[in-house]
């Protein structure tokens, strides 16, 4: 008799079982919405006990959720990671994980190239609280060796950044930082666990913002964290607790719906933007197209090494500039004007005046986003769909 007990599923099956079990209740399969915000206590012995952390058992929502905890479990075992943490937002997800890990006086090293209120966010540790930061192209062992300093305590990146799609060597990256014992942190939203895994490439703790892939429907603003048992435990016990940037157990339940279909939505997203990209590069009205997939891309070959998939973001410039990007994202009918991206919907958007707009002009021509550079999120319409409107709206450009 063959036995499943042993046999490690694949991440599509994980997406859909991993974490869940049967409610030990009803047997319902589908993870049940535990709406309460406190727990009763079988004793006030046992209350004692689990406030001690000598039991189990649960207390108040904020201190943890049977529903967030099967999230929780989820996206850990996706990750190839020991324990995961479930947040308001993918910026709670952020300023919880930097605060937990930083005290004042430290350093923090980012890739040249961040999501602008991840920007900010730093801009802010380094003003009122003296933790200072450095952007750096981080391209490789020299360079991060050029711009670490005797207190960077941690290494924070985007692979693919968001909206330039540069990317960063992660093995690279896990190897120098720890060499020096240095802590990496990676925001892997623009990919998912299904494309991309930082922590099996060395790497400390990996940052979601689960409004995007994870959730996938547009439905839910929510982040999550994973890493060690250990670190996030201290986040956990450090900062989550106290700043109570937890997720609710409804939004949890609509990301461990949407995760059901993590594999069969990011392969249509990667078929889908490969063909998007393809039409672009090949349009005549556009210049530049930066989409890991093309083989002209600069760093394709480190693409196609570090990720599963090429993923359903892009960003192009068009030939008239600012002006012509306007004018295309006027005229998009079936793809939104909207900002948020992995989405099964498709969005076009402007990060110089939109996302990316609380960067300072000087900074953000740095890290290569330019007012040109219009962003897309390929959704999974069908592709014809996609390209059709595309095509209307860069003949109006
Ligand atoms: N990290 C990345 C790479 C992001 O793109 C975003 C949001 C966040 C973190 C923050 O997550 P949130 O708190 O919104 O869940 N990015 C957005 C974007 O590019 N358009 O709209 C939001």
Do not use: W
């Amino acid at each position: 008799m063959s036995s499943q007990s042993n046999r490690k599923y694949g991440r599509g099956t994980t997406a859909i079982h991993g974490g869940s079990h049967n409610d030990p209740l009803t047997g319902a399969i589908t993870t049940p919405i535990y709406q309460t915000s406190t727990f009763a206590f079988p004793s006030a012995e046992e209350g004692a006990r689990r406030f001690a952390g000598e039991s189990d058992g649960y207390i108040y929502t904020r201190l943890g959720n049977p529903t967030v905890h099967v999230l929780e479990d989820k996206i850990a075992m996706l990750e190839g990671a020991e324990a995961g943490l479930a947040f308001a937002s993918g910026m709670s997800a952020i300023t919880t994980v930097l605060l937990g890990l930083l005290k004042s006086g430290d350093h923090v090293l980012a890739s040249k190239g961040l999501y602008g209120s991840t920007y900010s966010f730093l801009v802010t540790l380094k003003t009122s609280f003296g933790i200072d930061f450095t952007l750096s192209d981080l391209e490789d062992e020299a360079a991060i060796l050029r711009d670490i300093r005797s207190n960077t305590r941690l290494i924070f990146v985007e692979t693919p950044i968001n909206p330039t799609m540069r990317l960063i060597d992660l093995t690279m990256l896990a190897n120098t930082a720890k060499a020096h014992g240095i802590y990496t942190v990676v925001d892997n939203t623009f990919m998912s666990p299904y494309l991309q895994r930082p922590i099996e490439l060395g790497c400390d703790i990996v940052i979601h913002s689960a409004t995007k892939y994870i959730g996938g429907h547009g439905d839910v603003v929510a982040g999550l964290a994973v890493g060690s048992k250990e670190m996030m435990h201290q986040l956990f016990a450090k900062t989550h607790k106290h700043t109570g940037s937890i997720l609710a157990p409804f939004d949890a339940y609509l990301l461990i719906r949407g995760l059901k279909t993590l594999g069969v939505r990011m392969d249509r997203h990667c078929e889908n933007a490969q063909k998007v990209a393809e039409f672009l590069a090949a349009h005549p009205k556009v210049t530049d197209v930066y989409y890991p997939g093309l083989p002209s891309f600069p760093q394709y070959e480190l693409a196609k090494r570090q990720m599963d998939g090429f993923g359903g973001l892009m960003s192009f410039e068009l030939e008239g500039g600012l002006q012509a990007g306007r004018k295309m994202m006027d005229s998009v009918e079936l793809c939104k004007l909207a900002v948020s991206l992995g989405d099964v919907d498709s969005l076009i958007q402007h990060p110089a005046s939109m996302t990316h707009a609380g960067i300072p002009a000087a900074e953000r021509e740095q890290m290569g986003i330019t007012d040109g550079l219009v962003r897309l999120s390929v959704g999974i319409e069908d592709i014809d769909d996609i390209l059709a409107d595309l095509e209307q709206a860069l003949d109006r450009a």
